[in-house]
């Protein structure tokens, strides 16, 4: 339709038209956006990352970490010394308790068996959590100072504990 003046004029069908073709096209990049998501939940659930990012699958190499051992291999050599010195000051290891919470979640009794397990292998624990790790550094410290087991206890609960922290033995 034109107006008096030669000009087209958009009549409501087209608007219509128009409206329709745009919320349609909003409408399939949201459902493509949503389907995206989906599959890519359900392969990081599957374990299957390897698929996208092409490193090995995770159950794998977390069973040939279990059947190996926690090793220290390839680890920051700052790291390397937390273990290390953990290793060989276990008796002051042993008094010390820790804070982060994995009494209740992995059954440790003090700071030594974040880094050492019963039987003397590393334990992985530690390698990533930070608690343990500033725990660690502190008693290193405390240590090269000359302070006793149970002076380094106190001041690792002031720091860590807090009024409502169980205490670890």
Known sequence: MTDPEGATRKTEPDVAHTGFTVLAALGVAVLLIVVAGAVGVTMGMSGGG???WGGPDGRVVQAELAAAGFQLDGMPAHMVAHYEYARSNADVYAQIPCFCGCQDMLGHRNLEDCFVTPDGAWESHAAGCQVCIDESQMVTRMMTRGM???MMRD???GEFG????????
């Open 50 to 52: 390897q698929m996208m």
């Open 148 to 150: 006793g087991p149970q």
């Open 155 to 157: 001041r690792i609960v």
């Open 162 to 169: 807090g009024p409502m922290m169980g205490m670890g033995s």
